[in-house]
């Protein structure tokens, strides 16, 4: 075992070639079954996690359905669907553990921006869902306002940009989440953020492996498990941010 810290992982993707994959700026990813994803965790004490669709998913639900069924009740769901989707689809992805909408914002394959505030408030009204950001946050400066104002967010790969880290404590400060995970994707020295990204909401962080790590500069290494126990140091920090945040985030607890 890695370690002993219990893994509730916030963010990692299945690509099962079984079900489509529409090429995104003419990328299509490699395989990465639920039987790839269980066998590279197998060093963790893993006790459940979150399925994240991709832009290469589009708004496909088969490929996520089957990987939810696959892994079992300790797992939840993130997809991405278009405004048009009916209430009863909507409620066919809860009953299978669905928990969160998404809008990739950064690479598409989501439904557009405009409907970000219509859909945040139907889904949380509906099931008690969230919406999910993949955005760079130097982009935020125009979204932080419309983003505060909606009933639950959470922001994926700690917004990427050093640029953007104003705008990322701005809105910890107001109680969104967000996802420290993708570490081979950020322009700054996670090390010395993550600390104080945690100080200022010790509720708000949640770990996630990002695996495979499709288009990252630098994929996903076990030594970024380790550095986040470098980082806060402290073993409540870190059960909350390994487990407790996202367990609550994703109501698993």
């Excluded at 832009?55 to 996520?64: I, M, T």
């Excluded at 439904?111 to 946050?137: I, T």
């Excluded at 770990?207 to 380790?226: H, I, N």
Aim: hydrophobic share 45%; with cysteine.
């Amino acid at each position: 075992m890695l370690n002993h810290f219990p893994l509730f992982d916030s963010h990692f993707h299945i690509i099962d070639p079984n079900f489509p994959l529409v090429p995104n700026n003419g990328f299509v990813p490699e395989a990465f079954t639920v039987e790839n994803y269980l066998k590279r965790m197998s060093s963790y004490d893993l006790v459940g996690g979150v399925v994240v669709s991709g832009s290469f998913q589009a708004f496909d639900q088969g490929y996520l359905l089957s990987a939810l069924k696959m892994l079992g009740n300790n797992f939840v769901g993130v997809t991405q669907v278009p405004a048009s989707i009916t209430d009863e689809e909507l409620n066919v992805l809860n009953l299978a553990g669905v928990r969160a909408v998404r809008f990739n914002l950064k690479r598409g394959g989501s439904e557009g921006v405009k409907h970000l505030e219509n859909m945040a408030k139907r889904v949380h009204d509906l099931f008690s869902w969230h919406v999910e950001l993949y955005v760079d946050s130097a982009k935020l400066a125009e979204l932080k306002s419309v983003i505060v104002s909606l009933p639950s967010v959470s922001i994926d790969h700690l917004g990427l940009s050093k640029l953007g880290l104003p705008d990322i404590r701005y809105l910890l400060e107001r109680n969104i989440k967000v996802k420290a995970c993708g570490f081979g994707r950020v322009d700054f020295d996670v090390m010395t953020v993550l600390p104080e990204l945690y100080s200022i909401n010790p509720n708000s962080l949640m770990f996630g492996t990002d695996l495979p790590s499709t288009r990252a500069p630098r994929v996903y290494q076990d030594a970024d498990f380790l550095l986040v126990q470098d980082a806060l140091k402290d073993e409540q920090a870190c059960m909350s941010v390994f487990n407790r945040n996202a367990r609550v985030f994703y109501r698993k607890t």
